[in-house]
């Protein structure tokens, strides 16, 4: 059965104890308003905003090293995330509600359930 996929988010880790500072500097840096300063609650994800045609830009709180990674969204993330191992991906782990997954190069990254309301012109359709 196909499924779909697409580049969804660019994710700022931040090693920090306070994403706000870290908010205030990309959102100035970028000129991008912040849309959600805590988006679960838990001060861990902020969101700057996008357009509906651009990637998400997301900020994460994280424990290790600072670093940006991508979001791959999907319409069935298992799916995408055995196309990916095809490919030389292998999974790390499944966290909440998506895999993080790491190509090749090292580079981790995530697949995830679809962030919009719906699949634009720069998604891709596997068989």
């Known amino acids: 059965m196909a499924h779909r996929s697409r580049l969804s988010t660019f994710v700022l880790d931040c090693q920090t104890d306070d994403l706000a500072p870290h908010l205030a500097f990309w959102s100035r ?7 959600n300063g805590d988006q679960d609650g838990d001060g861990r994800y902020a969101e700057l ?41 292998k999974r790390i782990g499944f966290v909440k509600r998506w895999w993080v997954m790491e190509a090749p190069s090292g580079h981790r990254f995530c697949v995830i359930r679809p962030q919009r309301e719906r699949f634009g012109a720069h998604t891709t359709t596997w068989d």
């Open 29 to 35: 840096a970028l000129g991008r308003p912040v849309v």
């Open 49 to 89: 905003d996008t357009d509906s045609d651009e990637p998400l830009l997301l900020l994460q709180k994280v424990d290790h090293a600072s670093r940006i990674h991508l979001d791959i969204e999907s319409d069935d993330i298992d799916a995408e995330a055995d196309r990916l191992e095809a490919l030389g991906a």
